[in-house]
């Protein structure tokens, strides 16, 4: 079954999705402002996302940066040219506020997150995680799991403030990228 979601993407619905999250290693670890803008920046530059949104909450300091693949979206998760079937992701997310638990990995806290909605692939590459680790020194961790349509819907109601974050875990279908810098 094919739906057309954009000109010139089409998407398989049976072909499964993955969602990432990438924390810093350190728990406490917060980007300053100019790292956030360095890494949209790059993101928008190299054609990787486009930002479509974006959340500050005044009151918790949290911020949301919400955005959708662009031309080269693909080479956050897989070298090479971009595979037929619509875009590699649902939505890349950058996240930063008061420290939450992980959604799914390990059982910690963060106040940084980058986090790949509907990814066709279970990881990003090991250079990708390297080009964060040069913008913003964060020492990448990422985690993936099947992807939750639900779950998916709900963070975005929570993004645009309709509704509250469910908590959800993973079992131990979680796979764990770690890179040695």
């Not at 949301?64 to 031309?71: P, Q, V």
């Not at 979206?73 to 079937?85: M, T, Y």
């Not at 106040?111 to 680790?133: K, Q, T, W």
Request: aromatic share 10%.
């Amino acid at each position: 079954m094919l739906l057309k979601i954009r000109p010139g993407y089409r998407v398989d619905l049976f072909l499964p999705r993955y969602d990432i999250i990438i924390a810093p290693s350190r728990e406490s670890f917060r980007a300053s402002e100019h790292g956030l803008k360095a890494l949209v920046q790059y993101l928008t530059m190299s054609q990787h996302c486009v930002p479509f949104a974006e959340t500050i909450d005044e009151d918790t300091g949290e911020v949301r940066i919400r955005t959708r693949a662009d031309e080269y979206g693909h080479q956050v998760l897989r070298e090479g040219s971009a595979p037929p079937g619509g875009p590699p992701f649902h939505e890349l997310t950058i996240w930063q506020g008061p420290a939450r638990s992980l959604p799914f990995g390990q059982e910690r806290q963060a106040a940084f997150l980058i986090e790949v909605f509907g990814s066709l692939y279970p990881n990003v590459l090991s250079s990708f995680l390297e080009r964060l680790h040069s913008i913003l020194y964060l020492r990448p961790v990422a985690f993936s799991q099947p992807h939750d349509e639900d779950a998916f819907e709900a963070l975005q109601a929570v993004a645009t403030g309709t509704e509250q974050l469910p908590t959800r875990r993973a079992a131990a279908s979680t796979e764990e990228l770690d890179l040695d810098l």
